[in-house]
């Protein structure tokens, strides 16, 4: 962690100080998180509170270096504070604590060094990977407004290009890629603060794969050929039927051979049954008339 030693100043408001001032200030800074740290004042039998002041850059040169009380630390019972809601800039803090107790108070103890929220430590995200189906997921540790997060993601193949996602979601599951049956995912992820310019490391790798998933795959397979069969098959049979039907109920009537009138080569004349008494003329070959003039 990010850590400043303190000292201590001879600067003693309002009156003589009858505490003893706390020390060894520091602060731990991880992921934009600051918090200043300081050892307690022993006072046998007595509650002892504390008081925390910054000075921005800002403070010290335009307004006369005052000094700002800490939102969340004045006072605080408590050997620490949050300044992370202080801290609103990228340039060097100074930051004092001093101890009180009813009316009496201690001298101010300072950091020794500004505080700078650039070195702040980063640390790769705490992540998720979860697969829905064929979609791999995943979901990132929220870890404030000023994080986004680099995603990388391959197939764990030789040669596998690696592709990179920026996540600004937080908390929520994000679709990263469909996968293919059997096939094994990677993934990566390292956080990037635009406020001070910095990426995390990457975390390891984590990689899921798709097992027992090919079953799906061969039934929508089959179960496209059976779609397809009765795109083919239901008309067809459609048509049979509908002939089957027809005849049935409206039989086709055909004479026999020895009801048709086969006299000319060259033309046929066919009667029906219910025709046949009426059917008295016959179409006859060239040598037919000369034959019964005979």
């Known amino acids: 962690m990010s850590s400043t030693s303190a000292c201590l ?22 992921n934009m998180k600051h918090l200043l740290t300081w050892s307690p004042v ?18 010290s040169l335009y307004m006369s270096h005052v000094w700002i009380p800490s939102s969340w630390c004045s006072p605080a019972k408590g050997p620490e504070c949050d300044i992370t809601d202080d801290i609103t ?22 950091l020794k060094h500004p505080f700078n929220r650039n070195s702040t430590i980063l640390t790769p995200p705490v992540m998720e990977i979860t697969k829905d189906g064929f979609h791999l997921v995943i979901k ?30 937080r908390g929520i599951p994000v679709h990263l890629e469909t996968m293919q049956p059997g096939a094994a995912y990677c993934v990566k992820v390292r956080t990037f603060v635009k406020a001070i310019g910095r990426h995390s490391p990457f975390s390891q790798a984590e990689c899921v794969k798709v097992q027992g998933e090919t079953l799906p795959l061969a ?10 069969l009765i795109l083919v ?36 004349i066919s009667c029906r049954r ?19 003039w005979i």
């Open 42 to 59: 022993s006072v046998p039998g007595e509650i002892i509170h504390y008081f925390v002041e910054y000075q921005g850059e800002y403070e």
């Open 219 to 228: 039934l929508a397979l089959f179960a496209f050929v059976g779609f397809m």
């Open 89 to 110: 800039a990228t340039v060097p803090y100074n930051l004092r604590v001093r101890a009180t107790q009813g009316s009496e108070t201690s001298a101010w103890s300072t």
């Open 9 to 30: 100043t001879a600067s003693i408001p309002d009156g003589v100080a009858v505490l003893p001032p706390p020390y060894n200030l520091s602060v731990q800074s991880t």
């Open 140 to 169: 990132l540790e929220d870890l404030g407004p000023q994080f986004e997060f680099l995603v990388a993601y391959w197939r764990r193949e030789p040669g596998a290009k690696e592709h990179v996602k920026v996540v600004r979601s």
């Open 233 to 268: 098959v239901v008309p067809i049979s459609i048509w049979k039927m509908g002939r089957l039907l027809r005849h049935s109920c409206c039989p086709v009537v055909v004479l026999p051979d020895t009801l048709k009138i086969t006299n000319s080569p060259q033309k046929l």
């Open 274 to 292: 219910e025709e046949v008494d009426a059917c008295a003329t016959a179409t006859l070959s060239s040598e037919e008339p000369f034959r019964t």
